[in-house]
């Protein structure tokens, strides 16, 4: 058993602020959600891309824009294989997009048509909440630097 007289330094900053870790798992557990439904992540790339060919068959999309969004969700299906779209972490996704050194014009396609696979995921509650906005709120091209 370990020595638990001394405060680890990552517990530290709890006493600065609000200085109770109730507190922190209170607001946890009330702000917390579960998705409703865990929908494996092939699934749901094979639902997004149907509704997607539908736009396309009505001349809402155009064909190369439908073409790279299969190319990338494939590309990102093949990357998360065996897991849910609620298994998609923040972290896991942004060293997804990070690992392929682009341009910044590809890399803000790439993660324009992620997220909104993950919109399309969220509002059929298949994630409790978008894991790229988690990772980047602000501008996508921001988020990585450019070489």
């Keep these: 058993m370990s020595n ?9 900053g709890l006493r600065a602020s609000h ?3 109730s507190f922190y798992v209170e607001f946890a557990l009330d702000n917390h959600r579960e998705p409703v439904s ?4 092939s699934e749901a790339i094979t639902a997004y891309t149907a509704e997607k060919q539908h736009e396309r068959e009505q ?3 155009s064909a190369p824009h439908f073409t790279r969004i ?4 494939k590309r990102l299906q093949r990357q998360f294989k065996d897991v ?3 298994e998609v972490t923040s972290d896991r996704l942004r ?8 341009g910044a014009k590809t890399f803000n396609n790439r993660c324009e048509i992620v997220s909104t696979f993950l919109k399309f995921a969220l509002h059929r509650e298949w994630i409790a909440e ?5 990772s980047w709120p602000g501008e996508f091209v921001a988020a990585v630097e450019v070489q």
């Design 4 to 12: 638990c007289t001394k405060p680890s330094p990552c517990f530290a």
């Design 19 to 21: 200085g109770l870790l």
């Design 38 to 41: 865990q929908k494996p992540l």
């Design 59 to 61: 001349d809402l999309l």
């Design 70 to 73: 299969k190319r990338d969700l």
């Design 84 to 86: 849910t779209v609620s």
């Design 95 to 102: 060293a997804y997009l990070e690992a392929d050194r682009t």
């Design 130 to 134: 978008d894991p790229l906005k988690k």
